[in-house]
């Protein structure tokens, strides 16, 4: 899956390892990045396409990029590719290897 291109100078550092993160983003690590005021976070080729949320804080982002994720999965047709991504990746990491 292609992932949108951001500047450098607009992408936020977060720390995706925190335990009060969903596992679907700590998993994905949808990109975040300030949007003049706002924190968008984006997992895609472009913000209509791919999964999109903004917020005032990075986790407000987050929280809302979790909800638009949680409609996607839930209402995609079979053409989209950014779902069939999300689902192949999420159910992948459900898996052992030993």
């Known amino acids: ?9 607009m992408i936020v550092p ?3 390892e925190s335990q009060d993160l969903p596992r679907s983003v700590k998993e994905l690590r949808p990109v975040i990045f300030q949007d003049g005021n706002d924190f968008c976070c984006v997992l895609g080729p ?4 791919g999964i ?8 407000e982002a ?3 990029w979790q909800h ?3 409609e ?4 995609h047709p079979d053409d989209d590719e950014v779902a069939a991504y999300i689902i192949d990746a999420l159910n992948a990491s ?3 290897v030993w």
């Open 1 to 9: 899956m292609e992932q949108m291109r951001i500047p450098q100078e």
């Open 72 to 75: 996607r999965i839930k209402n």
């Open 14 to 16: 977060f720390n995706y």
């Open 94 to 96: 459900n898996k052992k």
């Open 62 to 64: 987050l929280k809302n």
């Open 46 to 49: 472009d913000t209509r396409k």
């Open 68 to 70: 638009n994720l949680d």
């Open 52 to 59: 999109f949320a903004c917020g005032l804080s990075p986790q």
